[in-house]
């Protein structure tokens, strides 16, 4: 009912298949908990809840209603079933904050036949003994009938005698239960007490969760091959393979050719993975290259830098290999795949023949309208990285503010990116705030901290609609392989402006990489406008990143001095599972002092959350880069923050090269 894999009340050692994610809501007197469950490692259950207690008020105010409380579990398998031993589990509840319902637990599971037994034993809520079965009948494989023993100490919970959860005894619970697919629910009763639990169950290891049938096929056409003199002479063969190229969702189109190799760089705006944008793109220049082509380099780029490298070293095998006469093994003795090289100011390899400038292929480029990425959105894109996007409804929530449970704000934004040379973009997104309330919250904050998240409110007290969340320069560089960096300067976000950098480098082997950051920052006023309010800052972030690509997870440490002038470090810890969906959690501890509640002189508080990056392209129709991302954290805290970064370079580069997962790799869906 809390959200764990288990019976009814009590957990048992089972967990869901690796990758499993599940969301649901559950009743049973007095306790109303919306939960989420992630099996996040093949051993590991760790779940979120947020529960109602009905009948006992919030000691936050009339605007709370009834008393709620968050919490986190998390289970760990430590021995899997076998044929003689059964399987076994230790667990807590309630690990963080409150502890309101905070157990600790170890319990065995095996199956006979169709009956799966468990047997555990508590301390703290859970007191004692508990233990049950579940039986699956054959006629009904949907259909499972639970009996447990509830060891649950009821009299002792919170608020019990206003709940009335002082009334339930726990002991003998009966339930019945129905999965299909991703659906799941469930009944019982514990004397006279009812209660229900349904879920959803999404596989984060599944592929893709959508049939790709609109996915456009490969390129087809075999229009006859020009003699490679005729070709270089006649401009408009290298301008066709652009048009091409650029029509099939190409940007930053460069064309080149040294000797015998026709050298391509770009990037695609649309395909999420780069081994499968590079087939696309090798199979039209095969097609619309000179005949004497004999080799095929193509530099893939992100944010205009290069990142992989991709050197057929002999076309006839990569005609062979798209014709399904060789097999990908075959074809790999022909492939090189590295770190790019720093390429020239045209874009292209050192000693390559530029054949289309840029304008050229402005020329024959068409702009094109796309609706991904949001529920309703319109955006159309130029032939480099350029676009303007407009976004009627975005929906920000707030939780548990000083004043009341949630608060709203519904806005449209109109974003606008122009590309201004080699790596510069000028990046800006207007505001519009169609309805919230927000501005409604009145109580001020009493951080002792310098307010740089805390005062959110007052920027949707002003009164104005219209404003300039974003507008500033980027200048992307690659001034070595395998190191990469960025200037920006101007408005970063709603609340803060300035000029800083970042540095990122990649080792040539290993499973690490580290970055560096310095933004000097000035606090923007309210008005959403050019003014500022009177406070800045220095911040200084070093981070070191590590990979576990067995898992598909990342860590990394960051370092430093945060907005509020405070320092200290910051731990983050992300799974990017075969889907290609995120989930990750934070936590800093820094020198800050902040007292805001639940924080105190004795114990301060600091910063932590959770956080997902769902990739649309699993759930589409046809592929694409869009994602979207949200995290839950305090929202109105001022330590351990960090300014929202112009384009931070090991997250583009990372999802760029799925460098955060071995099962999705650089060569992925190549050529299909």
């Known amino acids: ?86 399987a076994l589990s230790v667990g807590k509840q ?25 047997l555990g034993y508590g301390t703290d809520r859970i007191d004692g003994v508990f233990g049950g079965m579940r039986h699956r009948p054959d006629w009904n494989r949907n259909l499972s009938f639970v009996v447990e023993y509830d060891a649950n100490d009821y009299v002792n919970d919170f608020g019990a005698a206003e709940s009335g959860a002082d009334s339930r005894d726990g002991e003998w619970t009966y339930g019945v239960e129905y999965r299909k697919g991703w659906f799941g629910a469930q009944l019982a009763r514990q004397g006279d007490d009812i209660g229900v639990n349904t879920y959803v169950s999404i596989p984060l290891m599944a592929q893709e969760f959508v049939p790709k049938i609109r996915e456009p096929d490969p390129y087809s056409d075999t229009p006859p091959k020009a003699a490679l003199d005729h070709w270089l002479a006649d401009t408009g063969y290298a301008a066709r393979l652009a048009r091409a ?47 004497q082509t004999k080799e095929i380099r193509i530099d893939y780029t992100v944010r205009d830098l290069p990142t992989l490298t991709y050197h057929f070293t002999d076309t006839h095998k990569l005609q062979r290999y798209f014709d399904g006469l060789i097999s990908r093994s075959q074809l790999d003795h022909y492939l090189e795949i590295d770190y790019s090289e720093p390429l020239t100011t045209a874009g292209l390899p050192e000693g390559a023949r530029q054949l289309v400038t840029g304008d050229a292929v402005d020329a024959v480029a068409t702009n094109r309208r796309t609706e991904e990425g949001h529920f309703i959105s319109f955006r159309r894109e130029s032939s480099d990285l350029g676009s303007f996007q407009l976004v009627p409804f975005n929906l920000g929530l707030f939780l548990n503010d000083p004043n009341g449970a949630a608060r709203y704000d519904l806005f449209a934004t109109a974003n606008y990116t122009r590309q201004m040379g080699r790596g510069r973009f000028l990046d800006s997104t207007l505001r519009f705030t169609l309805d919230e309330d927000v501005s409604e919250v ?70 690490w990489a580290v970055d560096f950051t310095a933004d000097w920052l000035r606090q923007r006023d309210t008005e959403g406008a050019f003014g500022f309010r009177d406070y800045e800052t220095v911040t200084v972030l070093g981070a070191v990143h590590y990979r576990i690509p067995f898992w598909g997870m990342t860590a990394t440490a960051r370092a430093g001095r945060f907005l509020a002038k405070d320092k200290g470090v910051r731990l983050e810890i992300k799974r990017r599972f075969r889907s290609g969906i995120t989930l990750g959690l934070w936590y800093t501890r820094t020198d800050g002092e902040d007292i805001t509640s639940p924080g105190s002189p004795g114990d301060p508080y600091f910063d932590k959350g959770v956080f997902a990056s769902i990739p649309l392209n699993s759930m589409l129709t046809r592929d694409t880069r869009a994602r979207a991302s949200m995290s839950l954290a305090p929202w109105t805290r001022d330590v351990g923050q960090m300014v929202v970064s112009p384009g931070d370079l090991y997250t583009d580069i990372e999802r760029a090269l799925a460098l955060d997962s071995d099962e999705i790799g650089v060569m992925s869906g190549f050529g299909q």
Do not use: C
């Open 442 to 511: 009145s109580r001020s904050s009493n951080s002792l901290l310098p307010h740089v998240r805390s005062d959110i409110a007052l920027y949707r007290q002003d009164g104005k609609r219209l404003k300039l969340s974003r507008l500033l320069i980027n200048q992307y560089l690659h001034p070595a392989r395998r190191l990469y960096a960025r200037l920006s300067a101007g408005y970063y976000e709603e609340m803060f402006a300035g000029a800083g950098g970042q540095l990122l480098y990649l080792p040539e082997q290993g499973d």
């Open 245 to 291: 190229l650029n029509q099939r969702d190409y940007k930053n189109v460069r064309l080149g050719f040294n000797g015998r190799t026709l050298s391509a760089s770009f990037t695609n705006s649309r395909i999420s993975h780069i081994g499968r944008a590079v087939g696309r793109a090798a199979r039209i220049m095969l097609a619309l290259g000179p005949e």
């Open 94 to 118: 309630d690990i963080f904050g409150t502890e309101l319902f905070s157990s600790e637990y170890a319990v065995i599971s095996k199956r006979f036949g169709n009956t799966d037994y468990s």
């Open 1 to 86: 009912m809390f959200g764990q894999t288990g019976l009814i009340n009590m957990p048992d050692a089972r967990m869901e298949a690796d990758g499993t994610l599940r969301f649901g809501a559950s009743y049973f007197e007095p306790y109303l908990p919306l939960w989420s469950t992630v099996t996040v490692l093949p051993r590991m259950e760790l779940t979120l809840r947020y529960t109602t207690i009905r009948g006992v008020p919030s000691n936050l105010g009339a605007g709370f209603g009834d008393y709620k409380d968050k919490a986190a579990d998390g289970k760990l398998l430590l021995l899997r079933e076998g044929k003689r031993w059964p």
